[in-house]
C-alpha cells in the first residue's frame, strides 16, 4: 500500500514538473516568438525586458542588439538616401545653366537668320559652355573616386618646390587673362610627406579660387612657413573676402558664398582640395577680411611624421 502510494506521490510529481516545464517552454517561445516579431518589423520602440542571467534573457537581449542593428542600418540608409538625392539635386543645378546655354546658342544657328560675327560669338560661347561641362564631369568623377577610396594617394618624402611650382604653372594661363601676378616667396625645396600629383592640384584649386575673386591687375603670394608636424602653405589674395560666418561652408561641397553668385564656378575646387589634404593626413585652414584679403593655409605632414 505505501509503495502505490510513493509510485502514485511520484507519478503526480512528473505530472506537475512536466506540466510547469511545458508552460515555462511555451511562454519562452512566447516571448521569443514576440521578439523575433519585432525585430523583423523593425521596431525600436517595442522592447522586451531583460531580466536574469537565465538562457532565455540572453536570446532576448541579443534579439534587441538586433533591433539596435537594425535601427542603426535604416537610419543609415536614409542618410545616405539624402546625401545622394541632395547630390543629383546640386549636379543638376550646375549642370543647367550650361546645357541651356548650348541648347540656346545651338538652335539660334541652326535658324541661320545670324551674321558672321554672330556665329563666331555664338560659337564662342557654345565652347565655353562645353568647356564648363568637362570641368564640371572631370570634378565630379574625381570627387566620387576619391571619396570612395577608389584613388589611393601615394605620399612620400620629397621636396615641395617643384609641386607648388607645377601648380602656378597650371593657373598661369587663367592668371593672365586678368592680368594677375602670382608672388612666390624665396623658400628652401623643403622636403614633405606628400603625393606630387594630388597636392599640386590641391594648390591649384585653390590658387584658382583666389584668382576667380580677385579684381584684374591683381596680386596673389605664396608663402611657406615650416612647423613642428606641418608645413605650411599660405596663399593670400586681395579680392572680395569672406565674411566669418561662411568660412566653415566654403570647404563643402557644390557651396558657394554670397559674394561668388556672379563668378562661374561650381563649389567643387575646395571640397576637393579638402579631401586631398586630408588623405594625406593634411587639412586647410582659412582666413579673410570682407572686401581686403583671404589667405588659404595648407597644412602638410613634414617627413619625419
Given at each position: ?9 511520484a ?28 525585430v ?95 570641368w564640371?564631369?572631370d ?9 570612395v ?6 605620399p ?47 594648390i ?49 561641397r ?52
Open positions: 500500500m505505501i509503495i502505490a502510494i510513493v509510485v502514485m506521490a507519478i503526480l510529481i512528473c505530472i506537475a514538473v512536466t506540466i510547469t516545464c511545458n508552460r515555462y517552454v511555451l511562454n519562452a517561445f512566447d516571448s521569443i516568438d514576440a521578439t523575433l516579431d519585432r523583423l518589423a523593425k521596431d525600436e520602440n517595442l522592447r522586451t525586458e531583460v531580466t536574469g542571467e537565465d538562457r532565455i534573457s540572453k536570446l532576448v537581449h541579443k534579439a534587441n542588439r538586433i533591433i539596435d542593428m537594425y535601427t542603426s542600418e535604416a537610419a543609415q540608409t536614409t542618410k545616405e538616401k539624402e546625401i545622394i538625392q541632395g547630390f543629383i539635386a546640386d549636379m543638376s543645378h550646375q549642370m543647367k545653366t550650361p546645357l541651356s546655354s548650348i541648347s540656346m546658342y545651338t538652335d539660334l544657328l541652326i535658324e541661320g537668320n545670324t551674321t558672321l560675327e554672330e556665329q563666331q560669338e555664338f560659337m564662342t560661347r557654345i565652347k565655353s559652355a562645353t568647356d564648363s561641362l568637362q564640371l564631369m570634378s565630379l568623377i574625381k570627387m566620387s573616386r576619391l571619396e577610396g577608389a584613388i589611393q594617394l601615394a612620400v618624402c620629397q621636396g615641395i618646390k617643384q609641386t607648388i611650382t607645377n601648380a602656378i604653372e597650371n593657373v598661369l594661363a587663367a592668371a593672365s587673362k586678368k592680368n594677375i601676378e602670382i608672388m612666390a616667396e624665396n623658400f628652401d625645396d623643403t622636403p614633405m610627406h606628400h603625393d606630387r600629383r594630388w597636392t599640386q592640384e590641391a591649384a584649386n585653390v590658387l584658382e579660387n583666389a584668382i576667380k575673386y580677385s579684381s584684374v591687375g591683381g596680386k596673389i603670394e605664396i608663402a611657406l612657413e615650416v612647423m613642428p608636424l606641418y608645413t605650411k602653405i599660405k596663399i593670400t589674395d586681395y579680392g572680395i573676402g569672406i565674411d566669418k560666418s561662411e568660412w566653415n561652408m566654403i570647404f563643402k557644390f557651396y558657394r558664398g554670397a559674394g561668388a553668385k556672379t563668378t562661374e564656378g561650381a563649389g567643387l575646387g575646395l571640397y576637393l582640395a579638402t579631401i586631398i589634404m586630408e588623405k594625406q593626413g593634411g587639412y586647410i585652414m582659412v582666413d579673410s577680411v570682407k572686401g581686403k584679403h583671404t589667405s588659404f593655409s595648407l597644412f602638410i605632414l613634414n617627413c619625419q611624421n
